[in-house]
């Protein structure tokens, strides 16, 4: 994987380069549906996550793993999650998607929820992971807020000098969130927003009426937030100890995070993604170990092609191209520990 910044070889189908068509399309195609099981994962402050990993998995317990972090209020039903899950299942890894807390089957139990920044849980699962399965290379690939989550998981192992992952993906991380918030209150992009926003309300609603959220918000003034900015100043930044919306993006966004990443990273970007300013990355410092490739069109997660006459995710294939490319290269966890001597 050549680093540095790469025009992505995406092109979309003929009349299908809408940035909002390609936003919305991988909503009305068919999906694949792989076998999963669910397991509870318990996290070190009492709280829980949800995983769920396609199965069967792969005999051998070298395995690499795929470990997904999913979008906004998304979940393993995502169709972009399931695209990536069989891609990597196929491609013979041990493949999973961790739910932030409360976007599984589950409320989760702690008077809080997740944010863009909120790196501690993937971290501990990924801990985990390298308990249960010592010598299998862990590959993470991370969407839209999981996307920035990750990107900023990565700058920070490395400046802790750990190495909880082998290389990661992230597909149209917001690396700027006041960027992307300001984005979202313009023109169409206002559907989106509305859709999220509701969909972040109705699950706090009823913990706010129960009183289970230590949160100076009525639920009328809840039902009143109009924009995801003035939901995060409200509810996002004082359940996770930040002072304001501000302050949470400021801390929270990985742009800034970028030039201490060293390992092997792939950042695909669409220029028109309406979640996003234009030139989002333009002034942003890359480090060496990160491979940014941007479309002129995809939308945002969309990146729908024609492939054998059908429309098809080349976000999947690209990532499972990549997948292979760096099975191929990227040194394992069974070399690294036969050359240790245990």
Known sequence: MTPGRHAALFRPPAGLANRHVQTLLPRMLPAPSPALT???????????????????????????????????????DSPYARQLLTAAAERGHRALLMH????????????????????????????????????????????SLGANMLLKLVAEDEARGDHTLKAAIAIAPPVDLAASADALERGFARVYQRHLLGALKAKVAPRLAAGELPLALSSRELAGLRTLRAYDDAVTAPLHGFDGAADY??????????????????????????FMPPGLFDDLELGVGIRLEAARHGGHVGFIERRDGRLASWLARRVGDQLERWADTLPSERDAFSRSGS
Do not use: M
């Open 38 to 76: 669910w397991e509870t994962l318990a996290l070190p402050d009492g709280d829980i996550v949800e995983l769920s990993w396609v199965t069967p998995g792969p005999p051998d317990a070298k395995a690499p793993l795929f470990v997904l972090f999913h979008g906004l209020e998304g979940s393993v």
């Open 249 to 274: 993006y400021r801390r929270a966004s990985a742009g800034p995070l970028l030039s201490g990443i060293h390992r092997p990273t792939l950042i695909l970007h669409a220029e028109d993604d309406p």
């Open 100 to 143: 932030f807390r409360g976007c599984g089957r589950s409320p989760n139990r702690r008077p809080r929820a997740y944010h863009s920044g909120d790196t501690a849980d993937a971290h501990w699962l990924l801990g985990e992971l390298a308990r249960r399965y010592p010598q299998a290379a862990r590959l993470a690939c991370g969407v």
